[in-house]
């Protein structure tokens, strides 16, 4: 008999993991696991959505549990749990709490589930990457962040809003880190339908686009108050349906760097890699202008600061 995917989903009570754990049932992609300390929050999710499969089409399959043993032998692990962004705080003041919070999923992972591909996409993401990466032992193809997916869906946005032009003929991408201080967005290679943007958009309307994309995350909790949720949710599932499709898609995400663009000493940053059942299977390297090369030193040199903070902890 076929086996379905087990997908496990650590935080399901919270926005983010309940926007996961949507769009992974609406597509079908595997048996889901949502675990969450708060077990009526996480069963509550949960009956909400089996309750909209007859009009949404889909009948989900799943176990919502505190029970943290119920992830065992996941395929992939997706790890959202942590303390939100609150108005005007940086991802970096999250590191000690969060830290800690991811330290203790990882090593329910290691014990249930070391098979598992695991994504991260607790905050500050990439310092949070290697903290699962320490407390796991796992190789750097199965321990992967969301970070350029959610980054590079805004700058495809805000690019698409700016032009009037729909976002699939949009191809751009943000590597380094997933803050606002320090993503890179790539505007040397960025087209629309194939144009170069540098032949569509002014300087000026430039630097106003990659401004708004790395303050994405700012802006959206200056509004709503809190952390963005949909966004994450559906760059999570392009990462959960490559691998489980084995599609092999090209995505923005943040894995360990061995040499990498010049980088490594076990940094976690984003850049273009190939997800497949294997994980993060390829890593891409592609040349960047001079002041994109700079921006990325400056990224790795940020994200130094924040991953001894986070590994005090561990």
């Known amino acids: 008999m076929l086996k379905r995917p087990k997908i496990t989903i650590v935080g399901a009570g919270g926005n983010v993991g309940a926007s996961v754990v949507q769009w992974c049932a609406q597509k079908e992609l595997g048996d889901l696991v949502l675990v969450d300390l708060k077990s009526n929050a ?19 399959n799943f176990v919502a549990t505190e029970d943290v043993s119920f992830m065992q032998d996941s395929d992939i692990v997706v790890v959202t749990a942590g303390i939100p962004r609150k108005p005007g ?12 919070i991811v330290k203790n999923v990882c090593e329910n992972v290691k014990k249930y589930a070391p098979q598992a591909i695991l994504i991260v996409v607790s905050n500050p993401l990439d310092a949070m990457l290697t903290v699962a990466q320490k407390v796991t032992g796992f190789p750097r193809e199965r321990v992967i962040g969301m970070s350029g997916v959610l980054d590079s869906s805004r700058f495809r946005s805000n ?23 320090d993503m890179v967005p790539i505007v ?20 106003d ?14 509004l709503i108050g809190t952390s963005a949720w949909v966004a994450p949710g559906f760059g999570v599932t392009a990462m959960v349906e ?5 599609q092999g898609r090209v ?53 130094l600061e924040v991953r001894k903070i986070a590994l005090e902890t561990v």
């Open 42 to 60: 996480a069963q509550g999710r949960a009956l909400d959505l089996a309750q909209g499969g007859s009009f949404g089409g889909f009948c989900p």
């Open 89 to 100: 705080q940086t991802r970096e003041e999250l590191v000690t709490v969060n830290a800690g």
């Open 159 to 181: 690019i698409a809003r700016v032009l009037n032009v729909h976002v699939k003929d949009v191809s751009a991408i943000v590597i380094g880190a997933h803050t606002d201080k």
């Open 188 to 207: 040397s290679t960025a087209t629309v339908g194939g144009v170069p943007l540098t032949k569509l958009l002014t300087p000026t309307q430039i630097a």
């Open 209 to 222: 686009v990659v401004s708004r994309t790395k303050r994405g995350g700012a802006e959206l909790t200056e």
């Open 242 to 246: 490559s691998i489980v499709l084995n």
């Open 251 to 303: 995505l923005p995400c943040s894995v360990e760097l061995k040499g990498e663009y010049g980088i490594a000493d076990g940094a976690c940053l984003c850049v273009p890699v190939q997800l497949t059942n294997k994980g993060a299977e390829k890593v891409f390297e592609f040349e960047l202008s001079q002041e994109e090369k700079e921006a990325l030193k400056a990224a790795y040199k940020s994200y």
